[in-house]
Every structure is written in C-alpha cells, then in structure tokens.
C-alpha cells in the first residue's frame, strides 16, 4: 500500500516514516501541499496523511486541490495536526477530508485507521 505524507515537520515526516514502513507500507512524503500534488501527479496512492498548518500551500488548500481531480474523488485523506478546534475539523472535513488524528499520533493507532479507511 502506498502512503503520501505531506508535513512541513522533519521529525514528523520522519516519525510517519517509521511507523508507516514498519508496519510494510510504502512511504512518499512531501514538506507542503504543493509538494504534495506534485507527488500526486507523479504516482497513484492508497492514502493520503496531511497536516493543516504548512507554508507555501496549507492541508486545506491541498486537500481541495487533490478533490477537485475526479480521479481522487475517493482517496482516504488523513489530517494528522495539532488543531483540535471544531472549526478546523469542519474545515477539513468540508474541503474533503476522510479522517482527524490529532499530533501527537499513536503509531498502531494510525495504521489501525489507515486500514479502516481503505478497505
């Protein structure tokens, strides 16, 4: 299964790395949401783990972005943050967010949802 992780944190990328390859995933990450759908056009993923707050092209911005292509009208979106607010999880759930995992994250618990979000 393939994963994009798109995180402007080099110790979060680098925790989801971990995680995600322990568990046998394969792992492509990117530092913002440009990044991101760059990585997209180059290569088709099983899901997608986002965070909100990056510079250049935020997970909101990205998240709409990546929707608005029919192709990944479907894809599990994943939003692994800090935000907790209520107005942030509305947010991203109305730019097409899947799921909301709140940092810091429980490595078994992320693989868990990652399965039930894509199978």
């Known amino acids: 299964m393939r994963v994009l992780t798109v995180d402007d944190s080099p110790t979060i990328l680098s925790m989801l790395d971990h995680a995600l390859k322990e568990a046998g995933f394969e792992v492509v990450q990117a530092a913002d949401g440009q990044q991101g759908l760059k990585a ?30 029919g192709a990944n009208k479907s894809l599990p979106i994943l939003i692994l943050t800090t935000e907790s607010s209520q107005e942030k999880k509305e947010l991203g759930r109305a730019a097409g967010g899947t799921g909301w995992i709140v940092k810091p994250f429980d490595p078994e618990k992320l693989i868990s949802v990652i399965h039930r979000v894509v199978h």
């Open 40 to 69: 997209m056009e180059e290569g088709e993923f099983d899901v997608v783990i986002t965070d909100i707050n990056m510079p250049v092209m935020d997970g909101i911005e990205f998240i709409r972005n990546v929707r608005a292509s």
